[in-house]
């Protein structure tokens, strides 16, 4: 089916840590794959996205690279700081320029200092 | 950036009763707005997308008299859960996309959270 799958929470790390957040997805082409962030109290932001094979979004430290080869969008962090604390989603495009998106179900991020 | 307002962020019901909930964009126009849902540790899911002036479309599974849609103008859609029941109690986010937007420019309110006794 087309899903999106990421690994679960909550994940606590300290403060400096490296941070990997798994993200797998599945569908027929090469959507556009994305990560969302969620602080307390706030709606998602777009964090980073990347919309082809090979493509690595960026955005405050933080990576993802799309992997067709492995199906993944992994996100990463070298070194998490406490106002990194939120929930993070992985998601990618329904098919065709609907504006429709397929989420993972979030993943908590706390970071202690 | 864009802000989208959804209103309110938290709400406790008795069973059997209606609740709505309001999303704004506040400085775009949304011609197309989508209503999600999540239960605890799944996915958001959506439920249905809306355009301005005509009927929402509803994803499989999504009784559409149960949560009704309503997209009046190019700033505002309503969810309704009518008839609550403490199976529909779930966080609800909405989010909005401006014209001309693609996939990309899509803006999401706080969302809220809907407990139903």
């Known amino acids: 089916g087309n899903s999106v799958t990421q690994m679960e929470g909550p994940v606590t790390l300290s403060e400096e840590a490296f941070l990997t957040i798994n993200c797998t997805y599945t569908?027929?082409?090469?959507?556009?794959l994305f990560w969302y962030v969620q602080y307390p109290g706030e709606g998602l932001q777009l964090l980073l996205k990347a919309t082809k094979a090979d493509d690595k979004g960026s955005n405050k430290g933080f990576e993802a690279t799309y992997r067709k080869e492995t199906t993944s969008f992994h996100l990463e962090k070298g070194s998490v700081q406490v106002s990194d604390s939120a929930v993070y989603f992985c998601?990618?495009?329904?098919?065709?320029?609907?504006?429709?998106?397929?989420f993972g179900q979030g993943t908590t991020l706390q970071v202690k200092p | 950036g864009a802000v989208v307002s959804q209103h309110p962020s938290r709400v406790i019901c008795k069973s059997g009763t209606s609740v709505k909930i309001e999303c704004r964009s506040l400085?775009?126009?949304?011609?197309?707005m989508f209503w999600y849902r999540q239960f605890p540790k799944q996915s958001l899911m959506l439920m249905a997308t809306s355009n301005e002036g005509s009927k929402a479309t509803y994803e499989q599974g999504v009784e559409k008299d149960k949560f009704l849609i309503n997209h009046a103008s190019l700033t505002l859609s309503t969810l309704t859960v009518t008839s609550a029941h403490p199976e529909d109690s779930s966080f609800y986010i909405c989010?909005?996309?401006?014209?001309?937007?693609?996939?990309?420019?899509?803006?999401f309110g706080s969302g809220t959270q809907l407990s139903v006794l």
């Open positions: 998601a990618r495009a329904g098919s065709g320029n609907t504006g429709k998106l397929i």
């Open positions: 400085d775009f126009q949304a011609t197309t």
């Open positions: 989010s909005a996309r401006g014209q001309g937007g693609d996939n990309e420019k899509l803006f």
């Open positions: 569908a027929t082409g090469y959507p556009s």
